[in-house]
């Protein structure tokens, strides 16, 4: 089994509606987790630290549950410029920074 | 502010041959990080460092070589290239994670093929 799961999609949204996903995590003593958004071809780019009580930017909202073991995206009034691969990062523990682990990425596709 | 850069960006090689990927940052993070990344599989560590001269394996490291001399260099090595080296490799370097929120930084990639 992975240490993290991601559906990979893709999600495909119309422009303007509410998308939300998840990511599971196999490692219950992980301590940090984060968003990351990947176009294609490009290098992964940080979109948002997730805490244990949850926070939004902007459009953006992440989600931590524990006792589940999973963390969660939603994208509000989705744009166009959404369109990308957001991917998942745990890691276990905070003397092991170096041993991040990602998912494969769930993409998403807004469409006008 | 050049940040992490990457060369080269893209390198088509032969199996068997020795092929080096450099990777240069500016911002003196002690962290720096070879990835790889496969359809399917996500972003793999292949290879870590905390500080110069400190160095790490990660996931699948088999087939790789680092060094780490100085801070802001970390070049990666395959010393005989196989087809299964074929991939996008990402370099990153980031602080350690004293406060909840610290970033990686991504180098653009490198895309090596091997034939």
């Known amino acids: 089994r992975k240490e993290v799961e991601q559906d990979p999609g893709p999600f495909n949204v119309p422009e303007g509606a509410t998308v939300a996903f998840n990511c599971t995590y196999s490692?219950?003593?992980?301590?940090?987790f984060f968003w990351y958004r990947q176009d294609c071809r490009k290098e992964p780019k940080l979109l948002m630290s997730v805490y244990s009580s949850g926070n939004e930017d902007g459009r953006f909202t992440a989600q931590l549950n524990r006792a589940s073991q999973y963390i969660s995206l939603l994208i509000r009034d989705s744009k166009l410029s959404d369109s990308a691969t957001y991917l998942c990062v745990v890691n276990g523990r905070t003397d092991s920074w170096g041993k991040l682990q990602f998912g494969a990425g769930t993409q998403v596709v807004v469409t006008p | 502010d050049a940040g992490i850069t990457q060369s080269p960006r893209y390198k088509i090689t032969e199996t068997g041959r020795q092929v080096t990927l450099m990777c240069h940052q500016t911002w003196s993070h002690s962290y720096m990080f070879w990835y790889r990344q496969d359809l399917g599989h996500g972003l793999r560590l292949i290879y870590y460092s905390a500080a110069a001269d400190i160095t790490d394996k990660g996931e699948v490291p088999d087939g790789y070589v680092v060094s780490r001399s100085k801070t802001e260099n970390f070049p990666l090595t395959l010393e005989s290239a196989t087809r299964s080296q074929t991939s996008v490799y990402f370099c990153?370097?980031?602080?350690?994670?004293?406060?909840?929120?610290?970033?990686?930084?991504f180098g653009e990639g490198s895309w090596l093929t091997v034939v």
């Open positions: 490692n219950s003593a992980s301590q940090s």
């Open positions: 990153a370097s980031s602080e350690p994670a004293r406060i909840i929120g610290n970033t990686i930084y």
